[in-house]
């Protein structure tokens, strides 16, 4: 049942303890703003995080929560989403934690079309830790371990899940919360697996990719003609992705990449279980009932 509630109404009492001009507040603030257009009642509502300055997103919010370990979100909400479907799960990471960690669980959920939503705030950098570099830092990028510069080249995280099978991928810009919150709105209306790249500066140790940085260079794809129902043409925009990292001039692609339609994995579980009930064989509980000790 939809609900009639203000951003403000999603946000717990406990005050965020990101450095000042984080990234991370505009995402805060651009979730509840989605929350409250989709009218979604708190307690439908269940965040899952891991470890890391944009796992403690959770801790801001008035909803459920479930502060996992290190890159373990995804396949916790997975079981919440499992258990009940009626819920609309998040996962709310960072570019370590999804991407380095917890990479391993990213295709299964992806393949499976798991109905949820991964929301990454990727700062190309750990920040929690203080300042190494993470799998999306460009190439020489200086961190605590790298003082010569980085000699990996970056992950590119659109081209990724969208090899992966997500059926929902997109990028959005921390700086442009109106853009944000549309972004999370329809990633979270989406039936099956949705992922949101969140490009979100870290103004503490990332002094390379910063808001100013990004100020003018973003370009929405959808403003451009992109149809995100073309899986190609999404896989070819998002192998340009990155091209920014490497050409001052190359623009810095947000909105929705790719958006298809395939059943989820729910729809496919309660096929089975119909199968089943209309078998005949005894459920667990019913075998456990059968062997209760009768009433004399």
């Known amino acids: 049942m939809d609900v009639k509630l203000?951003?403000?109404?999603?946000?717990?009492?406990?005050?965020?303890?990101?450095?000042?001009?984080c990234g991370h507040f505009g995402v805060i603030a651009a979730l509840t703003k989605a929350f409250s257009e989709l009218g979604l009642p708190p307690e439908n509502i269940v965040s899952v995080s891991g470890i890391g300055c944009?796992?403690?997103?959770?801790?801001?919010?008035?909803?459920?929560?479930v502060h996992t370990l290190h890159g373990r979100a995804i396949p916790v909400a997975v079981g919440i989403k499992l258990a009940n479907p009626e819920l609309t799960v998040l996962v709310e990471t960072g570019d370590g934690d999804m991407f380095s960690i917890g990479a391993g669980?990213?295709?299964?959920?992806?393949?499976r079309n798991i109905d949820i939503t991964v929301i990454c705030m990727d700062n190309q950098i750990y920040g929690l830790t203080k300042n190494q570099i993470s799998p999306t830092s460009r190439e020489g990028l200086y961190g605590s371990l790298t003082p010569y510069g980085s000699i990996d080249p970056p992950l590119n995280p659109i081209a990724t899940m969208l090899a992966y099978g997500s059926t929902f991928v997109a990028q959005t810009y921390a700086g442009n919360p109106k853009h944000m919150a549309y972004i999370f709105e329809e990633a979270i209306r989406h039936k099956g697996f949705s992922f949101v790249n969140v490009l979100s500066p870290c103004p503490t140790f990332n002094k390379v990719d910063t808001f100013?940085?990004?100020?003018?260079k973003t370009k929405d794809i959808n403003e451009m003609g992109h149809d995100p129902a073309d899986y190609e043409e999404a896989l070819e925009l998002a192998f340009h992705d990155l091209d920014h990292y490497y050409n001052p001039d190359a623009p810095v692609p947000?909105?929705?990449?790719?958006k298809g339609t395939k059943e989820t994995y729910d729809e496919r579980m309660r096929r089975v279980r119909e199968r089943y009930t209309a078998s005949g064989i005894p459920t667990v509980q019913e075998l456990i009932d059968a062997c209760k000790p009768k009433a004399i």
């Not at 100013?212 to 003018?216: E, G, S």
């Not at 947000?254 to 790719?258: P, Q």
């Open 212 to 216: 100013k940085y990004y100020k003018n």
């Open 54 to 65: 944009s796992s403690r997103a959770p801790l801001f919010m008035k909803n459920y929560s």
């Open 254 to 258: 947000i909105g929705i990449f790719y």
């Open 6 to 21: 203000k951003p403000a109404d999603y946000r717990s009492d406990i005050e965020p303890t990101w450095c000042p001009g």
């Open 105 to 111: 669980h990213n295709p299964h959920a992806a393949r």
